[in-house]
């Protein structure tokens, strides 16, 4: 339930898409158990830390055969809230913001982004992907009446602070930034950053290191 969810630590949270990713693979192959040592070879990662994140799914495994995989998979599925995928707003629809309202997959991804809200006239009344994009002034009215938990910030970072209160003040509690701007929110208010920047430079920092080995 709810409980166990919050027992997770952050890092088996972040290595449960892992797990599922395999097991969606071997269902494909209309497999029916797998072991930890499985898992393990196939994510890179020792079993013993595999068997612990597992651990977490309530779902135990038999000698010799390992762990059910349809049980499984249900059980991952539940513990990150993919079963009942949760629906997002998202604000600046500029490059970012359509490549998300494009391809995010809500079975796979457990987001499902509704619709998109900008400033720019030309952006308004057009679709991505059959999905509306609204003017932002729209919002508040809208994530009340449809109870809209979760933004999506990929509008310029200048405007992201004042974006993040308008989500706040319309009753969100949840926000996936994509800007630089490090946000102030209430107490109670999830931020949860993607930092491109960062992620790039912990790439090129790595690849200095392998070149240097050249
Ligand atoms: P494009 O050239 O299509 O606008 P972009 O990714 O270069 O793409 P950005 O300048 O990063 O555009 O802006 C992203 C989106 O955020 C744009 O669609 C822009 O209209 C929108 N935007 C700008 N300011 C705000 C704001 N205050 N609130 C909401 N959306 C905004």
Redesign the pocket.
């Known amino acids: 339930d709810d409980n166990t969810a919050l027992c997770i630590p952050k890092p088996a949270l972040r290595r449960l898409p892992g797990y599922l990713r395999c097991l969606h693979a071997l269902h494909k192959e209309h497999e029916t158990w797998v072991s930890c040592t499985y898992l393990a070879d196939y994510l890179k990662m020792e079993s013993s830390l595999v068997r612990k994140d597992l651990a977490y799914t309530g779902v135990s495994g038999r000698p010799k055969v390992g762990y059910e995989i349809g049980l499984l998979t249900q059980a991952i599925e539940r513990l990150i809230g993919w079963d009942n995928r949760q629906d997002a707003f998202l604000?600046?629809?500029?490059?970012?913001?359509?490549a998300l309202l494009g391809h995010l997959e809500p079975s796979l991804h457990g987001l499902n982004i509704i619709c998109g809200?900008?400033?720019?006239p030309?952006?308004l009344s057009t679709e991505v992907r059959g999905k509306m994009i609204l003017p932002?002034n729209k919002l508040p009215d809208l994530a009340r009446r449809m109870h809209i938990d979760i933004g999506v910030i990929?509008?310029?970072a200048?405007?992201a602070q004042?974006?993040a209160e308008?989500m706040v003040n319309s009753g969100m509690r949840a926000i996936w930034n994509f800007t630089q701007t490090h946000l102030q929110v209430p107490e109670g208010i999830i931020v949860e950053n993607v930092d491109l920047a960062s992620s790039i430079a912990v790439l090129l920092t790595r690849f200095a290191e392998l070149k240097q080995h050249d």
């Open positions: 604000v600046g629809v500029g490059n970012l913001g359509r809200f900008d400033i720019d030309d952006k932002l990929t509008c310029p200048a405007a004042s974006v308008l």
